[in-house]
T-cell receptor, first 111, second 113 residues
Framework: DGGITQSPKYLFRKEGQNVTLSCEQNLNHDAMYWYRQDPGQGLRLIYYSQIVNDFQKGDIAEGYSVSREKKESFPLTVTSAQKNPTAFYLC??????????FGPGTRLTVL | KQEVTQIPAALSVPEGENLVLNCSFTDSAIYNLQWFRQDPGKGLTSLLLIQSSQREQTSGRLNASLDKSSGRSTLYIAASQPGDSATYLCAVVTQGGSEKLVFGKGTKLTVNP
């Protein structure tokens, strides 16, 4: 059953806490992406990776970190430096310049 | 900097109507354009991808056109159904060094039975 998965579906964070969102794909895609979606703002790119062990900042990378140690996995850490982390986070993957396939999303709420 | 605009922001139509969603982008140097569908609280589902060399793509009741020189794309939905109710997002990949998608804010479509 091929696809892209994200976990958890819902995540709650206390002030000053780091949390990590999981993204896994078994589509054999080289590229992976993290987006943030806020009401009325559309999707904004946080980080992307075009190959294992390499990644680049997107438009709103401050307060976030990523790693790409395996082709299948691209976890996103929301650090305490991110002042307004409450949002819907979406992960995607693709072949080079191909269709981007999205996971089901993780909704993060700060308590 | 590439900017993508979608008009209208919301649209409500009766079942069976044919409709057109609009997308415009400021930088015509694109690799491709994608249309997505998003249901409330869910991820995005890819509907159609149009390469920069193509003029249109069709899938079932959906037809997307691309006029790169004028920076416009339209998504045509034929014989709309209540199940088509969702937010439709347009996104482009701009030429010049990365494969980043730049998204519009979407059109929220409601098809009334």
């Amino acid at each position: 059953d091929g696809g892209i998965t994200q976990s958890p579906k819902y995540l709650f964070r206390k002030e000053g806490q780091n949390v990590t969102l999981s993204c896994e794909q078994n589509l054999n895609h080289d590229a992976m992406y993290w987006y943030r979606q806020d009401p009325g703002q559309g999707l904004r790119l946080i980080y992307y990776s075009q190959i294992v062990n390499d990644f680049q900042k997107g438009d709103i990378a401050e307060g976030y970190s990523v790693s790409r140690e395996k082709k299948e996995s691209f976890p996103l850490t929301v650090t305490s430096a991110q002042k307004n982390p409450t949002a819907f986070y979406l992960c995607a993957s693709s072949i080079t310049l191909g269709t981007q396939y999205f996971g089901p999303g993780t909704r993060l709420t700060v308590l | 900097k590439q900017e993508v605009t979608q008009i209208p922001a919301a649209l409500s139509v009766p079942e069976g109507e044919n409709l057109v969603l609009n997308c415009s982008f400021t930088d015509s140097a694109i690799y491709n354009l994608q249309w997505f569908r998003q249901d409330p609280g869910k991820g995005l589902t890819s509907l159609l991808l149009i390469q920069s060399s193509q003029r249109e793509q069709t899938s079932g009741r959906l037809n997307a056109s691309l006029d790169k020189s004028s920076g416009r794309s339209t998504l045509y939905i034929a014989a709309s159904q209540p199940g088509d109710s969702a937010t439709y997002l347009c996104a482009v990949v701009t030429q010049g060094g990365s494969e980043k998608l730049v998204f519009g804010k979407g059109t929220k479509l409601t098809v009334n039975p």
